[in-house]
């Protein structure tokens, strides 16, 4: 079946410092990727996405490239803001497959300390 | 007004209470779903509607009851409920996936937080 795996949370790190929150999927067809975003007191919105095999998604500074051999799609940001507080969603959709469905991870909650 | 709108914002609601949460989507999008975002769990889905029609129904507890009156509004009718119901629930939207052009990607609204005493 589809599913996604994110790492843990929370994670902290100081203003500017570099982020990788990992992301694995298991899928059994093609499935496109997506990282979403929740900012405190708000709904998810869409970060980032990518469709198919080695697809780089990039928003807002973040980039996550889709890796099918190693079934990965990690989210990665070089300098990273106060603003940029908030928790992290991966997601999967196919649907060849699995028609609506979206599978999204646990979330990892990211703070960015001054 | 654009994007996902949900009423109300909060909500609390003792066991034997009748309520119902609102989404209303200004996007034209034709496919609706409704997710429960507890703490330490992922993102479950609820239901989802694709051109007005229930498509899918994830095992949820029939205190739970889904009403999709068209392709813009989704309504969540609360009745019974127990205190482990007690989330953010989260009603979402996307255009109807195709397959030449990808998963349609969703848009989520801010969230009914939903407290049951």
């Known amino acids: 079946g589809n599913s996604v795996t994110q790492m843990e949370g929370p994670v902290t790190l100081s203003e500017e410092a570099f982020l990788t929150i990992n992301c694995t999927y298991t899928?059994?067809?093609?499935?496109?990727l997506f990282w979403y975003v929740q900012y405190p007191g708000e709904g998810l919105q869409l970060l980032l996405k990518?469709?198919?095999?080695?697809d780089k998604g990039s928003n807002k500074g973040f980039e996550a490239t889709y890796r099918k051999e190693t079934t990965s799609f990690h989210l990665e940001k070089g300098s990273v803001q106060v603003s940029d507080s908030a928790v992290y969603f991966c997601?999967?959709?196919?649907?060849?497959?699995?028609?609506?469905?979206?599978?999204f991870g646990t979330g990892t909650s990211l703070t960015v300390i001054p | 007004e654009t994007g996902v709108t949900q009423t109300p914002r909060h909500l609390v609601m003792g066991m034997t209470n009748k309520k119902s949460l609102k989404c209303e989507q200004h996007l034209g999008h034709n496919a609706m779903y409704w997710y429960k975002q507890s703490a330490k769990k992922p993102l479950e889905l609820m239901f989802v509607?694709?051109?007005?029609?229930?498509?899918e129904n994830n095992s949820v507890p029939s205190r739970f009851s889904p009403e999709c009156p068209n392709s813009s509004h989704l309504f969540l009718h609360l009745h019974t409920l127990q205190p482990e119901d007690s989330a953010l629930y989260l009603c979402?939207?996307?255009?109807?996936?195709?397959?030449?052009?990808?998963?349609?990607?969703?848009?989520f609204g801010e969230g009914s937080r939903l407290t049951v005493l």
């Open positions: 990518a469709t198919k095999a080695d």
């Open positions: 899928a059994t067809g093609y499935p496109s």
């Open positions: 979402a939207s996307s255009q109807e996936p195709t397959l030449a052009g990808g998963p349609g990607e969703l848009f």
């Open positions: 509607y694709s051109l007005e029609e229930r498509v």
């Open positions: 997601a999967l959709s196919d649907p060849e497959s699995d028609g609506n469905q979206f599978y």
